[in-house]
């Protein structure tokens, strides 16, 4: 199941558990190290996983020697299967991919999905883990609440404030956080709220809405930088890509190696109005 942001992801649920344990059984529902199958007591074999035909609840054996398996999302009739799908694509989303049963194992293949920040949509999204979205609804994710979104005004009002008020910041105080990364405005992830300031955030009043900061206690991962193509500039339309101010021109983005990366001097990226669509 796919299950992130305004659908989830924890990864922790897909790792594989130790198979080494103090003491093994057969019969307790768990595959050992020196079994084969085992699927637990007989009524839980026989009607809940329908694997008594595969595998054998005495010895946690499977019957025959030519069989593979006993259940698995790549598993029939006691034997690998291939070339069907095992995990479709998110909601059909041009970020993920569908994983096909390659007839090695029992479990489906790995869940691949495009990498992150790469452009989708006709170029008016971002992927990121595997769902096409863009910063306004990452704003709404990331602090679990509806009501957060992406802010122009928020913006130019941190990125003024950066450039006039940061070189007259000495006290430790929490203004130290906006003011740590020098004039960068792409070291910052920026949202808005309009009524209230949330939890893990520093927040400034712009207006009518707090504009956001996340605290140093939330500073890593998507939060420890701006998102790729948060818009930076007033003067030229730019963009933040990795933690930088770049202008779009001179922008392309290349993942074919397995990893973003900057070419400079092409101008594939057409940016009059990023990424803040609903």
């Known amino acids: 199941q796919k299950l992130f942001g305004i659908r989830e992801k924890f990864p922790c649920l897909g790792r594989k558990l130790p198979q080494l344990r103090l003491m093994p059984s057969c019969g307790d529902g768990v595959v050992d190290t020196d079994e084969e ?44 299967t291939s070339n069907n799908e095992c995990r479709s694509k998110y909601l059909k989303d041009e970020c993920d991919f569908r994983e096909i049963c390659d007839g090695n194992d029992l479990k489906c293949p790995v869940d691949v999905t495009k990498i992150n920040f790469e452009l989708c949509n006709k170029k008016r999204g971002i992927c990121y883990e595997g769902m096409c979205t863009n910063i306004n609804s990452l704003c709404k994710h990331i602090y679990n609440d509806v009501d957060a979104y992406y802010s122009r005004d928020c913006i130019d009002s941190i990125g ?27 070291h910052h992830f920026i949202c808005a709220h309009p009524s209230k300031i949330l939890k893990g955030t520093l927040a400034y009043k712009v207006k009518n809405e707090f504009c956001l900061i996340p605290d140093s206690s939330l500073r890593e991962g998507i939060l420890k930088l701006a998102p790729n193509f948060m818009e930076c500039s007033k003067d030229v339309i730019g963009m933040c890509f990795d933690g930088e101010c770049i202008q779009s021109r001179n922008i392309q983005i290349d993942c074919k190696k397995g990893a973003c990366s900057i070419l400079n001097n092409a101008a594939n990226i057409t940016m009059t109005k990023p990424f803040f669509f609903i």
């Not at 199958?37 to 595998?55: A, I, L, P, S, V």
């Not at 054998?56 to 690998?80: A, M, V, W």
Request: hydrophobic share 20%; proline share 3%.
């Open 160 to 186: 003024t404030f950066i450039i006039k008020k940061c070189p007259q910041i000495k006290s430790n105080n929490k203004l130290n956080i906006l003011c740590k990364s020098g004039t960068n405005l792409c």
């Open 37 to 80: 199958c085992d699927c637990g007591f007989e009524q839980y074999c026989n009607e809940f996983y329908k694997q008594k035909d595969c595998c054998d609840i005495k010895t946690c054996k499977l019957r025959h020697p030519e069989y593979q398996c006993s259940k698995g999302l790549c598993c029939n009739n006691c034997r690998f």
